[in-house]
């Protein structure tokens, strides 16, 4: 971990922007340097300019996919948290599931996704299913990794100490669950996003972006498409930042030495002492709390 | 066996047996140790120790035999000795001071008073810039400090020690076994210490254990007469020299005998 850059917040924000500029530069320059006709490629502006002229509709579509991209989101990974807890307490169970799951994951979503129709109907339910499929592979597999990271010995020590089954769960074993969880969330957030397009394209009447991007591809609207495109990108770019900003406020002790102000001891005095350094403010601490 | 102490018996293994499968780590062992006695157990590698401390923490129930600690019989029942190994075990996620008062979080809520307590045992011994730090920006020796302190604030009655500082260097390892030597004045703790060193052994206790493995057994009991506290010059004393040769003779007469 590049700890020397991430220390300087504004670094954090400039660079990303930056690399975003960049790619969007480097669009702009393949279509005018290689005159690429814009019903091929159109450029960053006409795309920008097709999103805006058909804001009212893509608002909408924005709304709709989200709709059922956030509740699959959800919804896949709660359960893939959950049933990873539960194999983990039983080996006997973990080696039952374990090659259903593997097969489930092997089925191609797209050619079930005319099956689900079927089954479930035109409704959320079909597109939740797929969208929820998606997130709840990684996250399952992960949480488990997690578990079964924890160190034989930090359970015995906890054990010897007389801990009850479940605080030995909640305090040594689920935190250990955190950072994989984490990469799975942020392993899916894009791909899930296209889970959702998929689900709309075979089992949608509603106006998702999906619907949007098929209609249109089916009036070769390329800028149209880039509009839905980028749209959709953004979602997946927007729901990344979210759950990496919560991974940095859940797992702490990953990129910083000293415990979030709340969990410090002596944090009052600490906070008034803030911005001489922790150092400074634990010394602080140190001689005022002696009598 | 031979102690001759007015203190009381704390711990008490009896005729203690365990059985792995077809394997015999423990044949019939049975020891007692009084309140306040540093006891260190040595042997090699495989003879049994580190199942005589699982067995005395309750996490282990022996094949035979029980385990007593002010004469209550606690075979098999966790919770009522402290613990530490040489991995410190902390929990990454948690500040030195959250991992000095695991033992209160794994059993209910941390109250105001036992983080007050923790600070002040943390500040007694030279941690108090620390409070606040999560394990991986504490060096080796300040994180097995912690652990120590963890152990401390569980049971500071019976504390078991399983080699604690066989991963610090040798200068880092000569500042813990003096501070632990303090904490044991101060605190009055009865310490059962394993370690591989058997200078640290005699250096530390009241009495050397010594185990041979195969069946793992207690082969002989060296009672350390060196008065206290301590001194680095101990380590050269005629007698210091004379137990160190005698427990050497125990650990290794055998294999030489073989060769
Ligand atoms: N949970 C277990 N299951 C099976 N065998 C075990 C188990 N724990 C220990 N043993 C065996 O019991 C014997 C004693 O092991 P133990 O860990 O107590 O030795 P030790 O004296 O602590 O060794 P070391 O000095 O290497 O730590 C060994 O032969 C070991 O393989
Ligand atoms: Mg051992």
């Known amino acids: 971990m590049p700890t020397n850059l991430s220390s300087r917040w504004w670094l954090d924000i400039l660079i990303p922007i930056a690399s975003i500029v960049g790619l969007l530069l480097v669009w702009w320059l393949v279509v005018v340097a290689f005159h690429i006709p814009s019903f091929v490629l159109p450029t960053p502006m006409a795309t920008f300019q097709a999103i805006g002229s058909d804001w009212a509709t893509i608002a909408q579509g924005i709304l709709v996919t989200s709709q059922s991209f956030v509740l699959g989101f959800v919804i896949g990974s709660a359960l893939g948290f959950l049933l990873a807890i539960v194999m983990s307490q039983s080996e006997l169970l973990y080696r039952f599931l374990y090659p259903v799951l593997i097969i489930t994951q092997a089925i191609p979503v797209v050619a079930i996704g005319a099956a689900l129709v079927i089954w479930l109907g035109f409704g959320l339910a079909p597109k939740l299913f797929i969208v929820g499929l998606i997130v709840f592979f990684p996250v399952l597999v992960n949480v488990l990794d997690g578990l079964h990271s924890v160190d034989r010995d930090s359970i015995n020590l906890a054990r010897a100490m007389g801990a009850s089954r479940w605080k030995i769960f909640t305090l040594v074993r689920l935190p250990a669950t955190f950072t994989p969880l984490f990469s799975a969330l942020k392993m899916s957030a894009t791909f899930s996003v296209t889970g959702a397009v998929l689900a709309e394209s075979t089992a949608s009447t509603t106006g998702g972006l999906g619907v949007y991007l098929a209609i249109q591809q089916s009036r070769f609207n390329t800028a149209g498409v880039f509009a839905a495109i980028v749209v959709l990108a953004s979602i997946g770019l927007i729901t990344f930042l979210l759950i990496t900003s919560w991974e940095i406020a859940a797992t702490p002790w990953r990129r910083t030495s000293v415990v979030p102000r709340r969990r410090r001891f002596g944090k009052t005095l600490a906070a008034a002492a803030s911005g001489t350094g922790e150092q400074a403010s634990v010394e602080a601490v140190h001689s005022l709390s002696r009598p | ?259």
């Open chain 2, 1 to 259: 066996m031979t102690t001759t102490t007015a203190s009381p018996v704390k711990i008490e293994l009896r005729d203690i047996v365990q059985r792995f499968d077809a394997n015999l780590a423990l044949d019939n062992t049975s020891l007692t140790i009084n309140e306040g006695e540093f006891v260190s157990v040595v042997g090699p590698s495989g003879c049994g120790k580190s199942t005589l401390f699982n067995i005395l923490s309750g996490i282990l129930t022996p094949t035979e035999g029980h385990a007593f600690i002010d004469g209550q019989d606690i075979t098999g029942q966790p919770g009522h000795v402290g613990y530490m190994l040489q991995k410190d075990l902390l929990l990454p996620w948690k500040s030195a001071l959250e991992n000095i008062t695991l033992g209160k979080a794994l059993h209910g809520r941390v109250s105001t008073q036992d983080r007050q307590d923790a600070a002040d045992m943390a500040r007694r011994y030279g941690l108090g810039d620390f409070l606040n730090h999560f394990p991986h920006a504490m060096s080796g020796g300040m994180r097995q400090r912690v652990a120590l302190m963890r152990t401390l604030s569980f049971a500071r009655d019976v504390m078991l020690l399983d080699e604690p500082f066989g991963a610090l260097d040798s200068q880092t390892r000569l500042e813990m076994q003096e501070w632990l030597l303090q904490v044991w004045q101060e605190t009055g703790s009865t310490i059962l210490f394993v370690t591989h060193d058997v200078e640290e052994a005699i250096f530390l206790s009241d009495r050397v254990v010594v185990m041979s493995p195969r069946p793992g057994r207690i082969q002989e009991i060296i009672n350390v007469d060196i008065e206290r506290p301590r001194r680095i010059r101990d380590l050269t004393d005629p007698r210091f020299m004379a137990y160190k040769a005698r427990a050497l003779e125990l650990i290794y007469g055998n294999a030489k005998a073989g060769a």
